[in-house]
């Protein structure tokens, strides 16, 4: 069974664009979960979503957002790009059949590089 | 790593002798915990999970402590072996907010041959 997919793998931007990101979770999960990983800030939670829902949100700023598609897909896009969003970006999915908290796998990640 | 802190808590062990990794926990309602262990360039790989109605839990040369009194996990890693080198992260979670983990700033494990 294929694993957490993200793309791309790398990017680079410059101050004041926008960024899109991709993630595929492994095959019949329903939450996905995005993270982000700085050395300063270690890894924090973005947002998650659950049948096309966001479920629970971070603490970040509106310039984040997200989306489920029904196949489970999610997308991030984070607008107005500033130098201090370079980071990894690491999206998790897990099954959740019972309703209960379940393992996350995450995928390798998508390395932000903002100049 | 490109995923690993400047100033992270090192870890270093002599191959062959077992490891105690300790991570200290933020909310006292946070039910489900779990151990990561991320190497450079990937994402963090699953090693265990224990939820609050347990205070020790086993898998293959890893154990899982839980003192819910004093909010600390440890993870325990039997006969440590070069592949262990990595970064590992705890990480809790509330049964409210199902995706939502929080995760500690991690603690680098080097393993000497």
């Known amino acids: 069974k294929a694993g957490v997919t993200q793309t791309p793998r790398y990017l680079i931007k410059t101050r004041g664009q926008q960024v899109t990101l991709s993630c595929s979770p492994i095959?019949?999960?329903?939450?996905v979960s995005w993270y982000q990983q700085t050395p300063g800030q270690g890894l924090q939670f973005l947002f998650e979503?659950?049948?096309?829902?966001?479920?629970n949100k971070g603490n970040f700023p509106g310039r984040f957002s997200g989306r489920q598609f029904s196949n489970s897909r999610s997308e991030m896009n984070v607008s107005t790009l500033e130098l201090g969003d370079s980071a990894l970006y690491l999206c998790?999915?897990?099954?959740?059949?019972?309703?209960?908290?379940?393992?996350?796998?995450f995928g390798p990640g998508t390395r932000l590089t903002v100049l | 790593g490109e995923s690993v802190g400047l100033h992270l808590p090192t870890l270093s062990v002599q191959e062959g002798d077992n490891s105690i990794i300790n991570c200290a926990y933020s909310?006292?309602?946070?039910?489900?915990f779990i151990w990561y262990k991320q190497e450079s360039g990937k994402g963090p790989q699953f090693i265990i999970d224990?939820?609050?109605?347990?205070d020790k839990r086993q898998g293959q040369r890893v154990t899982v402590l839980l003192n819910k009194t004093v909010k600390h996990l440890s993870l325990q890693i039997a006969a440590t072996q070069p592949g262990d080198s990595a970064v590992y992260f705890c990480?809790?979670?509330?049964?409210?907010?199902?995706?939502?983990?929080?995760f500690g700033k991690g603690t680098k494990l080097s393993v000497k041959p």
């Open positions: 998790a999915s897990s099954l959740e059949l019972a309703g209960d908290v379940d393992e996350q796998f």
């Open positions: 095959s019949g999960h329903r939450s």
């Open positions: 979503y659950f049948s096309e829902t966001q479920r």
């Open positions: 909310n006292s309602a946070s039910d489900y």
């Open positions: 224990i939820r609050s109605n347990m």
């Open positions: 990480a809790e979670s509330n049964g409210g907010s199902q995706g939502n983990l929080i």
